[in-house]
């Protein structure tokens, strides 16, 4: 507690008599950065000396009303960024805290306190050693609030617009970059994505609980803006404080991480580079860093390519490394894991089904599940799988040896080309995400990934090949009665299916060379008279005669 005690600064001297007089348990307290939601009904006045009973959602989200803009006069005055400011003065001292320790120092236990530690205001993306870096939050801070004070917090800010709570992943803002004040933020209030109930790919295969989480419903179209918001904020931080640290960020990408990059950069008015293999990546997300004033670079390589030459570039010139290889970039992306407890009303799922391909996705939604756990939000893990597409499946090779060995491989081509990946970075992670969790790691083939996806298509979705492969490695672990037909599972969809329409026009088209597209449905030429209409319309319906 020493460390928090410490740290607190402003803050702590403002809510003194929170702290001090309450002799309430720690969930009775409900003061924090920046917004301080203490204050006194009966008297008006912020930071009430007297504990409360343990704030009820409701109840949190009366008062961060008060503490908003309505009740201060401060409508349209200024920018929603403009009244935050006024409602939260900055540099108040900070409660939270976040470092990098090395990764190997989280496997051995205890992070928070290891001897090598670096401060998020450092450019830094490996540990002395050559090892990972993970970025760990001061848990004892955390745990001065109880779980009931978290889950009402967050509660309290979906759906609205307060700087910058809008976002669902600067809405958990003290688990992620507690320190980095607001008007670092650049954000395109992104997250708080739509958990359905997949109902009819559910009772397919005989599930009654079966839902997907949409991350690709999102500014860029993939779960990476949840990353990349976190990432952007903070080097546009590291500009203001060290104006020559970064010049400009890059990133070797399958795709999908460039599109982020290179839209929050504009967003941040920061330059951009991407590092693209030559012809692998899909037209709809070629155009997308391209659109948004990126460098793109077109290279004659795989990504596997991309991320050596980029590691390198980042590692001598004043270029800011965006891969999830930083790992600022998960503490973004686990935010879909806790929203996902926040979604079933902070119950946890039996099954969490994500596709893998560089793998820190993986590990950043194991990472969002334990903090919740660890913070008594949750009562349990949920068990992870990893599904990865036959043709570039290491992880899947590494599993299957009893995590004896892992090998890189050269990653064939695959029509969920954003994993198509060889040499993944993340991969000391991912086997931590999977040992922790009693996880299983699944692959599927072309056909296997293509059929899957088209059936989710068919029961409503319009999904990626990547979420293909997790629908497609349900399907198998189903068959084979791993996963009950009551478990209540979630599969992440990744990515929009409109970044990959030429893939499902591949297989609408049956064009696709050894597969026999057993779901294609083909435009029926019709010519342009009420016989030829009708006899069509019956043709398919003959019920309809
Ligand atoms: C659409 C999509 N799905 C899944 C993944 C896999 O995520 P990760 O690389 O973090 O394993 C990626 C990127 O790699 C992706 O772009
Ligand atoms: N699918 C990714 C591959 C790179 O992954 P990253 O998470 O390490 O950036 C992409 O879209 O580029």
């Known amino acids: 507690m020493e460390s928090l005690r410490s740290s607190a600064g402003g803050v702590a001297g403002s809510c003194a008599g929170l702290r001090s007089n ?51 006069g401060l409508e349209r005055q200024g920018s929603i960024r403009d009244r935050a400011h006024k409602r939260a003065p900055l540099d108040k001292g900070h409660l939270f ?79 992620v970059l507690p320190q980095i004040e607001d008007d670092y933020i650049k954000s395109m209030f992104e997250g708080n994505s739509n958990l359905f109930w997949a109902e009819g790919f559910g009772r397919q295969l005989g599930m009654s609980d079966m839902w997907v989480k949409n ?121 879909a894991a806790i929203e996902i407890c926040q979604q079933f009303d902070w119950e946890v799922p039996d099954w969490v089904i994500i596709p893998g391909g560089n793998l820190g996705n993986i590990y950043a939604f194991y990472k969002g599940f334990k903090m919740c756990y660890d913070l008594g939000l949750t009562d349990r893990m949920p068990r992870l799988v990893c599904a990865q597409a036959q043709n570039a499946n290491p992880l899947y090779l590494a599993y299957k040896k009893g995590w004896e060995h892992f090998e890189p491989v050269k990653a064939k081509t695959t029509f969920a080309s954003a ?67 009551s478990d209540r599972t979630v599969v992440v969809s990744t990515a929009s299916g409109l970044k990959f329409a030429n893939s499902k026009v591949a297989y609408h088209s049956r064009e696709i060379e050894g597969m026999s597209c057993q779901y294609a449905n083909q435009p029926t030429p019709v010519k342009n008279d009420i016989g030829s209409v009708m006899d069509a319309i019956t043709a398919k319906f003959s019920a309809m005669k």
């Not at 290891?114 to 993970?134: H, M, Q, W």
């Open 215 to 335: 991350c690709g419903i999102s500014h860029t179209g993939s779960f990476k803006d949840l990353g990349m918001t976190a990432l952007v904020s903070q080097v546009n931080r590291l500009r203001s404080i060290k104006p020559d640290a970064v010049q400009a960020v890059g990133c070797a990408s399958t795709g999908d991480t460039s599109a982020a990059l290179s839209a929050y950069c504009a967003h941040a008015g920061i330059p951009s580079i991407v590092f693209l293999p030559a012809d692998k990546i899909s037209l709809a997300q070629l155009v997308q860093p391209i659109a948004n004033g990126a460098l793109v670079l077109s290279i004659d390589t795989d990504f596997d390519g991309c991320m050596k030459l980029v590691k390198e570039v980042t590692s001598v010139s004043p270029i800011y490394l965006a891969n999830s290889m930083n790992s600022l970039r998960l503490e973004g992306q686990k935010t």
């Open 419 to 485: 994993i198509q990946i060889g040499d993944p970075v993340s991969i000391d992670r991912a086997v931590l995400a999977l040992t922790a969790t009693d996880g299983i790691v699944e692959e599927a083939s072309e056909e296997e990934l293509m059929d899957a996806s088209a059936r989710g298509d068919l029961t409503g979705m319009f999904n990626c090949p990547h979420t293909g492969v997790a629908l497609a490695a349900l399907i198998k672990l189903r068959e084979r009665g791993v996963i009950a037909a």
């Open 22 to 72: 309450t002799g309430a348990s720690p969930s009775h307290r409900v003061c924090t950065t920046p917004v301080c939601v203490a204050r006194s009904s009966s008297t008006g006045h912020r930071h009430a000396r007297r504990a409360p009973e343990p704030p009820k959602a409701a109840t949190v989200e009366a008062k961060v009303d008060q503490d908003g803009d309505a009740s201060r």
């Open 97 to 175: 805290r976040a470092k990098y320790v090395p990764f190997k120092s989280v496997l051995e236990g205890d992070p928070w306190n290891s001897e090598e530690s670096y401060s998020l205001d450092e450019v830094v993306y490996r540990a002395k050693d050559g090892g990972l870096l993970d970025v760990v939050h001061d848990m004892d801070a955390l745990k001065q609030y109880g779980p009931e004070y978290w889950r009402a917090l967050f509660d309290s800010r979906v759906g609205r617009t307060t700087w910058p709570f809008g976002s669902g992943v600067w809405s958990k803002k003290e688990w």
